[in-house]
């Protein structure tokens, strides 16, 4: 076969695919485990909760996806509403000059710069037609005008089994739809890195 | 198997960047990142009025309207004019830093001269241009032709690259914007010319 033609036929396949994915008929979607909700005994106590100017950004393999941004903007701000870390959030600047940006970056699994932010590799056990797409959730603070920043980072995956004989990924939870899957993930990635932000002993300075 | 895991891939990031995104061929609203606002800090600018922002020549007013990515999918423009975009655009860096004021003295206008997106098989190309001009009381303290650009990996598949080429598009509005607001020769004419 030619690669012409090879190319139009793994196309149409890949399309016919893609769009079955898309309309949910043959898609089951798990969220990885690596990172869990937190319980409030879990969660870094912050003395003097400060308010903060929320900016977000949803990349797609580091480019800004301004359509995805949009729709996951408010419940990323849900998600740093519930932290607790800071006292109030908004997208207008806060008085002391505090800045949080959240950045989530939707790369694939295979990418090299992602795989190494694993102690566990997540495409371990993906096989046939389940596939994964990684998250990578960045949080980077400034206290103040003239304040250093301060930057954590989290990793999070979306799995996708396509299929009556799909294989189901290992260390991952079922969920209902991709939207479930996306505001789980979302609400795990922005949880664990605020934490992580608040014990940061710089973060209190 | 292999090439059966790599279309599932392709169809699956596919599919899922379309179900997070919605519907690719639009622009969501813009929004100002940390790194743009702490590099406008340093220029301490004073607060200003975002006020006209047109094509410039040589782009139409249809090419402002709207794009074409792969030859076939039309991208519109977001409000009808690319140019408005990057008008939302600088004003929605202003208004994060605190310093956007539609009554104030200082005002930027902007004419978009250039905007073009290619997504190629192999490496996606976009760029963007504008003639930007900053008035005070209708005299003009600064005027000045900036442009950004950027380059990337296009893929095979029409479904992965337009995505692409969308993202990598937007992203120069902002690029561009940062790139006005932190010019130090806006700066400069803003100190040559107090109130």
């Known amino acids: 076969m030619s690669s012409y033609r090879y190319g139009l036929k793994m196309l149409a396949r890949a399309c016919a695919v893609g769009f079955l994915s898309v309309l949910g008929a043959c898609g089951t979607f798990y969220v990885d485990n690596n990172l869990h909700d937190l319980a409030p005994s879990e969660r870094a106590a912050v003395a003097n909760p400060k308010p903060v100017q929320l900016l977000f950004d949803f990349q797609t393999k580091g480019a800004s996806n301004s359509r995805a941004r949009d729709q ?6 849900q998600a740093v509403q519930d932290s607790a870390v800071f006292s109030a959030v908004s997208a207008a600047p806060a008085p002391s000059g505090a800045i949080l940006q959240v950045t989530i970056n939707n790369v694939p699994l295979t990418d090299d710069a992602f795989a ?30 003239d304040a250093a920043k301060i930057t954590k980072v989290e990793r999070d995956a979306i799995y996708t089994s396509l299929g009556a004989t799909a294989s189901t990924p290992q260390h991952a939870t079922k969920v209902k739809s991709l939207d479930e899957a996306v505001h789980l993930m979302v609400h795990k990635c922005v949880g664990n890195v605020l934490n992580d932000l608040a014990r940061d002993p710089a973060f209190a300075k | 198997m292999r090439r059966g895991y790599a279309i599932a891939r392709l169809a699956a990031v596919a599919g899922l960047s379309l179900a997070v995104m919605g519907c690719a061929a639009k622009i969501g609203a813009p929004q100002a990142n940390l790194d743009g606002i702490e590099a406008m800090r340093q220029q301490s600018l004073p607060p200003m009025a975002v006020g006209i922002f047109a094509p410039g020549a040589p782009l139409t007013a249809s090419d402002d309207r709207s794009t074409t990515i792969r030859a076939i999918n039309t ?7 690319f140019s ?7 004003a929605a860096d202003l208004r994060a830093m605190g ?7 200082l005002v930027l206008d902007g004419l978009l001269t250039r ?3 290619d997504s190629s098989i192999g490496t996606g190309h976009s760029a963007l241009a504008a003639h930007f001009t900053l008035r005070r009381a209708d005299a003009v303290v600064y005027a000045k032709d900036l442009s950004v650009e950027t380059s990337w990996d296009s893929s095979f598949l029409g479904a992965v690259a337009i995505p692409d080429a969308i993202n990598n598009f937007t992203g120069l509005f902002d690029k561009l914007a940062v790139k006005l607001l932190t010019d130090p020769d806006l700066k400069a004419a803003v100190d040559a010319h107090p109130q």
Not at chain 2, 75 to 81: I, K
């Open chain 2, 75 to 81: 991208l519109a423009a977001p409000g009808g004019s």
């Open chain 2, 115 to 117: 905007r073009e997106v």
């Open chain 2, 99 to 105: 310093r956007l004021d539609p009554n104030a003295p």
């Open chain 2, 84 to 90: 408005g975009y990057l008008k939302d655009t600088v």
């Open chain 1, 116 to 145: 190494r932010g694993f102690a566990v590799g997540f495409t371990f056990g993906l096989v046939g037609t389940t596939v994964g797409d990684g998250y990578v959730c960045t949080a980077e603070y400034v206290g103040g005008t």
């Open chain 1, 72 to 77: 996951l903007t408010a419940p990323v701000t």
